[in-house]
């Protein structure tokens, strides 16, 4: 059973307007989660994080919120460019073990 | 220049023929780890490592096997390929004293016939 969940395969916007990805979890251990992006042919890259002692995090253009009491979080991207088409991958890292869990992945897709 | 390194990037083998794929990191990070990635599973944990001659699995290590002798390097070590293997492979490193984010490899696309 997966314990990060995108539940988004893929997400199409409009140039100039927002884009909002979601993630939920159910291991409650999890204290740290991030956002990775991915073009293809390219190892992931690191986007924003978050510790889960907070419930929001902006870098630039990139939002991401945390929501503990649902177990969920969202990536918010303003406004979207067509460079920001690739696949967003949630991950979080578990505590009590030190490993990170990722989520299936959403593929954005930014309409010129 | 920053950089996890992987090698090889492509690899065809056949089932059974021992193989690795190694992994250099150059930012001297303490945390490194080997990812899975399959369609709509995401990348999967195999193994990871928090310093030298500390490893520790994650959630997909059966047939697999790690080391750590060195900070820099963590090959990852398959003693019997098979078909289910087949997939594109990453190597991450990150420290774990500054933050939790990781930085990838290029990826390795293996193939097990």
């Known amino acids: 059973d997966q314990q990060v969940k995108q539940n988004s395969p893929s997400l199409s916007v409009q140039e100039g307007r927002i884009s909002i990805l979601n993630c939920d979890y159910t291991n409650s251990m999890f204290d740290y989660f991030l956002w990775y992006k991915k073009y293809p042919a390219e190892g992931p890259t690191f986007l924003i994080s978050i510790s889960s002692i907070k419930d929001k995090n902006e870098d630039g253009r990139f939002t991401v919120f945390l929501n503990k009491s649902a177990k969920h979080l969202s990536l918010h991207i303003v406004p979207s460019q067509p460079g920001d088409s690739a696949v967003y991958f949630c991950a979080a890292r578990d505590n009590y073990g030190q490993n990170f869990v990722f989520g299936p992945g959403t593929r954005l897709s930014v309409l010129p | 220049e920053a950089q996890v390194t992987q090698n090889p990037r492509y690899l065809i083998t056949v089932t059974g023929k021992k193989l690795t794929v190694t992994c250099s990191q150059n930012?001297?990070?303490?945390?490194m780890s080997w990812y899975r990635q399959d369609p709509g599973l995401g990348l999967r944990q195999i193994y990871y490592?928090?310093?030298?001659?500390?490893?520790d699995k994650g959630d997909v290590p059966e047939g697999y096997k790690v080391s750590r002798k060195e900070k820099r390097n963590f090959p990852l070590i398959l003693e019997s390929p098979s078909p289910n293997q087949t997939s594109l492979y990453f190597c991450a490193s990150s420290s774990v004293t500054v933050s939790y984010e990781q930085y990838f490899g290029p990826g390795t696309r293996l193939t097990v016939t």
């Open positions: 490592s928090m310093n030298v001659e500390v490893t």
């Open positions: 930012m001297n990070h303490e945390y």
